[in-house]
Nanobody, 123 residues
Framework: QVQLVESGGGLVQAGGSLRLSCAAS????????MGWYRQAPGKQRELVAS???????IYADSVKGRFTISRDNAKNTVYLQMNSLKPEDTAVYYC?????????????????WGQGTQVTVSS
């Protein structure tokens, strides 16, 4: 019904940049908050950044000043621009979205996750 597809991960040297994208598709009525989480090996999944439908943002302290989250509501897409990357940013990055959709005349709101994209920062 609804899915999130991520792209943009990869291998980069410390100090480099990457841009992640996450596009939502399906029978979408509206998308509320969207965000990026990450999970490093042996660690819990943590919030990296989130953005509301009107553009209010929240960042983890560890990425403030280096990462920027943005969204294109017309394209149902959220982005994460990551600059000045550090080895400790290495993780699988997951897109998350709170989506309202219609199915057989009923409205539902559910939390969706992307499949994850690997970001590896070498020292």
């Amino acid at each position: 019904q609804v899915q999130l597809v991520e792209s943009g991960g990869g291998l980069v040297q410390a100090g480099g940049s990457l841009r992640l994208s996450c596009a939502a598709s399906g029978s979408i009525f509206s998308i509320n908050a969207m965000g990026w989480y990450r999970q490093a090996p042996g660690k819990q999944r943590e919030l990296v950044a989130s953005i509301t439908s009107v553009g209010r943002t929240i960042y983890a302290d560890s990425v403030k000043g280096r990462f920027t989250i943005s969204r294109d509501n017309a394209k149902n897409t959220v982005y994460l621009q990551m600059n000045s990357l550090k080895p400790e940013d290495t993780a699988v990055y997951y897109c998350n979205a709170d989506i309202t959709y219609y199915n057989v005349g009923h409205r539902y709101t559910e939390d969706y996750w992307g499949q994850g994209t690997q970001v590896t920062v070498s020292s």
